[in-house]
C-alpha cells in the first residue's frame, strides 16, 4: 500500500541526468562481469542523493538477509571483484563525460572475458 509519502512529488536537482549516466554504466559493468541478480537501475530522493552537487549514485551489492548473497558478501575475493566492476563502471562514465566515448555495456564485458579467457566467476546469488 502505498504511503503518502510514496506519491509526493518531488523535484530534481541539476545532476540528476548526469547521475542517471553514472548509474548506467556502473550497473553494465556490474551485471557484465559479476554474476548477481539484475534488480535493475532504480530512481530514489534520497537526502544523500537529493542534496548533491555532483553525480552521484548508491550501489547494492547484496542482501546480508539472503544466505546465498550473505556468503558471497563474506568473500573478500567476491567484494574485490565487485569493487573492480564499480571502478570500471566509474571509469567508463569518466570517459563518457571526457570524451563522450561509449560506455561498455553488459554485452561488452562479456565478450571481452571470454576473449581473453578469463571468463566469469561461476555461482549466482
Not at 509526493?8 to 557484465?32: K, T, Y
Not at 539472503?66 to 575475493?77: F, M
Request: charged residues 25%.
Amino acid at each position: 500500500m502505498p504511503r503518502e509519502r510514496d506519491l509526493r512529488e518531488e523535484p530534481g536537482n541539476a545532476v540528476d541526468l548526469p547521475s542517471g549516466a553514472l548509474a548506467g554504466s556502473v550497473f553494465h559493468a556490474l551485471l557484465g562481469q559479476v554474476p548477481m541478480v539484475d534488480r535493475g537501475v532504480k530512481h530514489a530522493r534520497f537526502a544523500v542523493l537529493r542534496l548533491c552537487t555532483q553525480p552521484a549514485i548508491l550501489v547494492e551489492c547484496g542482501f546480508v538477509s539472503n544466505n546465498a548473497e550473505s556468503t558471497l558478501i563474506s568473500s573478500a575475493a567476491w567484494r574485490e571483484h565487485v569493487a573492480n566492476a564499480i571502478v570500471d563502471g566509474v571509469g567508463g562514465y569518466k570517459e563518457l563525460a571526457e570524451t563522450k566515448a561509449r560506455p561498455k555495456v553488459i554485452a561488452d564485458y562479456r565478450r571481452a572475458a571470454t576473449s581473453d579467457g578469463n571468463g566469469l566467476q561461476t555461482g549466482k546469488p
